[in-house]
């Protein structure tokens, strides 16, 4: 048969595995194939979570965005209407942080959307 020269590889494997489980407990930290499924299925959920973090960050700042333009008698989608009409290329997270950081530049900012939706 021949040689098997598998070993340096595997074994690095497992202990890169290991490595992860780091923090577990029980058979989750100790037991090979059980350490393999938990860091398996966690590598999936961060892979999917990195994704729902983008998704609830921008939910977040739609909120915000919404409650600061009704102050102004303004709605959430007239707002970015507005915003598209008069050329204001800014991003919700921008907006979300003048609206609560600098109300009064965002003020000017929801006068300007205003005089561009009345036009």
Known sequence: MPKARRAVAARKRKK????????????????WRTVRNAVDRARQYAYRDRKVR????????????????RAHDLNYSQFIQGL????????????????I????????????VKAKLAA
């Open 16 to 31: 890169d595995y290991f490595k992860a489980a780091k923090g577990y407990t029980g058979g989750r930290r100790r037991l």
């Open 54 to 69: 983008k998704r609830d960050f921008r939910r977040l700042w739609i909120v915000r965005l919404n409650a600061a333009v």
């Open 84 to 99: 598209k009409l008069a050329g204001i290329e800014l991003d919700r997270k921008a907006l979300s942080n003048l609206a």
């Open 101 to 112: 950081e600098e109300p009064e530049t965002f003020g000017k900012i929801v006068h300007q």
